[in-house]
């Protein structure tokens, strides 16, 4: 029991004649919630009291110091949830203000006492040595006097997390690597632009703007720095992963004081750790491919809590650059992910709520405890009050996970071993998922794993390509020279066909039946929605084989230029619900909005998150469409929070037309090779069309 002063001479037993007045209160003058304890008087009498509202009053007492013990749980409850006021405290004004006096017109004696002088600690007990006892003054309650006790404030404040996880071969330090490369490529690919100018002019043609069917092979190669390192996230922008990274409040408080923000961003399934701008170390087999392995989804997610860890001195240090802080009373995380990284912040949220196996909490707690910071007490991470999930944010699952562990070698099915997707509703405060339409993306390995159902968790089926919703794509705003069209280029083989052994005297026929099935295979590819003008049958190709036999290949190709820009819509649709739900995201630049155009777009971060006021139809005599408004009112409407409104908005079928008439929506499927064998962005037919796969999400 603490002993707050007690007189080691007591007085007779039978003087029990003297009174005592007490106010406890906190630093802003506010009092506990009549909390239970025991006054010991000066002989060692003892009397039941409240700390409430009213002050403490007792009369008949021994005279001499007295000390209070108050219920050790709830006063603790009680006094840590209370902040120290900024600068001196005006507790003792205030009240004086209203109670000049105290009993029988006394003046009030003013202490500040720690929490500490008020509890008797529990064995194992700690709590902060600022407020142990005897930590301010030495506690003097004597009878005859009224005391106004101002108990010192405590720092437990909220940890706010937002945490990001990019998409498979997604990876902002080798995409801003790769950007420099591009930029130092623009007057070698105008010089293949112009070449395929020229071929024309040859021919009679003249245009102001060619077409990509018109261009040559050359136009289509990234720079040799790329190409040579097989580096798939080098050739990719920014994706709205870390675009949202960038717009969340990073190492700061909210505006009260009460919370601290951090952010945390993770590189994408399938690339390396490393934040050099340089290109990603890439496991394109397992990691991209299937994955896992090192750079796999479970792995990112291990990646992640040890990144947030390996944060905790510096978020320390940035707190007590402002005040001494005791520890947190509450962890909240907003987590958004993209394709597999969408399945990764699934994951994680799943390992943060779990209590026994879960990696976060046993990491993140011995983290706290070897820098000597407390959680409140009865922290418990069971308690929406004390760790929650306040926002999930998610841009086209697609955990497409082999699980070797039972023989599933496949990434087109339901079986993603130990990746838990399913979302805990009463446990995740909100959850927004932004799904690719099934028919504008229907890869055979995309296949999308969709939330599971909750009044508060909301899907949102849009038109676009997996790349078009989360981001990847270029943007021609993202450079200077809005003529360079290398990185918005298409360039899909839709269809092979080869044959070997051909006798000289069937080569025409056997090439005729090939062209005539790649005509088929054109038709039933635009049949989904894609211009017909953008399609070509190049040259077919014949040499010789084995015993004067050919060999004979002709291919079908969709090329394409396409704009960058829908996943900035999505972006806006993203951020404007987010912030409708309390994340702290921050959207100014200076003087402006990320989202404006100014005189420095091309700089900075502004670059990738504006876009063109209108788009011009490529293929038809019409007014331009106003796409800068459109987004705009698509995110006011996110912002004000109606899914009902934003689903009719962006969820049509004639705005699938209108974007793919706008060549806003990429050809993500083709019949490429990987590996020699292995067609990994091949469609998916379904009932003799290409249709995506889509699975209902499970326990």
Same mark, same amino acid.
């Given at each position: ?22 106010? =406890? ?23 039941? =009291? ?34 120290? @006021? ?33 509890? #008797?600690?529990?064995?194992? #007990? ?54 420099? #490369? ?136 940035? %707190? ?22 969408? @399945? ?61 562990? &039972? ?6 099915? $339901? ?8 979302? $805990? ?9 932004? %799904? ?6 229907? !890869?055979?390995?995309?296949?999308? $794993? ?14 676009? @390509? ?37 006798? !000289? ?11 005539? !099935? ?49 996943? !900035? ?13 309390? %994340? ?26 504006? =876009? ?81 796969? &889509? ?5």
């Amino acid at each position: 029991m603490s002993t707050l002063g007690v007189n080691s001479c007591c007085l007779s037993c039978e003087q029990y004649k003297d009174w005592i007045e007490i106010v =406890i209160r906190d630093e802003h003058n506010r009092p506990f919630p009549n909390i239970k304890g025991i006054l010991t008087g000066a002989c060692g009498a003892t009397y039941p =009291i409240t700390v409430g509202e009213h002050p403490i009053f007792l009369d008949s007492l021994a005279s001499g110091r007295v000390s209070i013990t108050l219920e050790n749980d709830l006063w603790l409850e009680a006094t840590q949830s209370r902040l120290p @006021a900024e600068g001196k405290a005006k507790g003792l004004k205030d009240w004086l203000s209203l109670h000049p006096h105290g009993y029988n017109q006394s003046a009030w004696k003013s202490q500040t006492l720690a929490l500490g002088d008020f509890i #008797q600690l529990k064995p194992n #007990q700690e709590i902060p040595k600022r407020h142990l006892a005897n930590a301010c003054e030495t506690p003097n309650l004597v009878t005859g006097k009224s005391h106004y006790i101002t108990i010192q404030g405590c720092r437990y404040i909220t940890l706010r997390l937002g945490v990001f996880f990019d998409g498979t071969a997604n990876n902002t330090y080798s995409a801003k690597w790769g950007k420099k #490369q591009l930029d130092k490529h623009v007057n070698l690919w105008k010089t293949s632009y112009e070449a395929s100018n020229a071929i024309l002019r040859d021919k009679g043609i003249f245009k102001e703007h060619l077409s990509a069917v018109e261009l040559i092979d050359k136009c289509f190669e990234y720079p040799a720095e790329i190409e040579n390192l097989e580096c798939a996230s080098a050739k990719n922008e920014l994706t709205n992963i870390q675009k949202l990274f960038d717009l969340y409040r990073n190492n700061e408080f909210s505006d009260n004081k009460d919370a601290y923000y951090h952010a945390q961003y993770i590189t994408g399934i399938g690339t390396g750790n490393s934040t050099e701008i340089a290109p990603a170390d890439e496991d394109q087999e397992c990691g991209q491919g299937m994955g896992i392995g090192k750079y796999g989804v479970s792995e990112k997610v291990k990646t992640g809590i040890e990144q947030i860890c390996s944060q905790m001195e510096q978020i320390i240090l940035n %707190v007590e650059r402002k005040f001494a802080l005791d520890g947190f009373h509450k962890v909240e995380f907003d987590v958004f992910g993209f394709s597999r990284g969408a @399945a990764a912040a699934r994951h994680f949220i799943n390992d943060v709520l779990d209590t026994t196996e879960g990696l976060f909490q046993k990491s993140f707690s011995a983290t706290c405890k070897s820098y000597k910071l407390d959680m409140t007490h009865n922290f418990d991470w069971n308690s929406n009050e004390h760790c929650c999930i306040a926002f999930a944010g998610l841009f086209d699952t697609v955990a497409a996970v082999a699980n070797f562990w &039972e023989l599933d070698f496949s990434a087109h099915d $339901n079986d993603n071993g130990p990746i838990k997707l399913w979302l $805990n509703p009463d446990r995740v405060a909100k959850a927004v998922h932004l %799904v690719a339409s099934s028919h504008t993306e229907y !890869r055979h390995n995309f296949s999308v $794993n969709l939330l599971n159902k909750a009044p508060h968790f909301d899907e949102i089926v849009v038109p676009g @390509a997996h790349s078009d919703i989360g981001g990847g794509y270029h943007s021609r705003q993202a450079f200077s020279d809005k003529s360079y069209l290398l990185p918005l280029l298409e360039n899909q083989l839709i269809k092979s066909i080869s044959k070997d052994n051909i006798p !000289r005297f069937e080569e025409t026929r056997i090439v005729n039946s090939m062209l005539s !099935r790649l005509e088929k295979s054109k038709e039933f590819d635009q049949s989904h929605g894609w211009s017909k003008d953008s399609y070509l049958i190049p040259k077919h190709k014949i040499r010789f084989a084995a015993k004067d036999n050919k060999y004979a290949e002709a291919r079908l190709l969709y090329r394409n230029c396409t704009e960058g820009d829908l996943s !900035r819509l999505y972006l806006r649709v993203m951020f404007g619900l987010a912030v409708h739900h309390g %994340v702290p995201f921050d959207d100014s630049e200076g003087s402006n909005v990320v989202w404006n155009k100014s005189n420095d777009s091309n700089i900075g971060k502004v670059q990738y998150y504006t =876009i063109p006021t209108s788009l011009h139809y490529p293929n038809k005599n019409a007014p331009p469409f106003p796409f800068g408004e459109f987004c705009q009112h698509a995110m006011n409407i996110a912002k004000s929070g109606n899914i009902i409104e934003l689903q009719e908005t962006l969820s049509s079928p004639k705005l699938t037309k209108l974007f793919q008439s706008l060549n806003l929506i990429h050809h993500s499927s083709n019949e490429s090779l990987s590996s020699g064998i292995i067609k990994p962005f091949k469609p998916n037919l379904k009932d003799n069309r290409y249709l995506r796969e &889509e699975y209902e999400c499970e326990v």
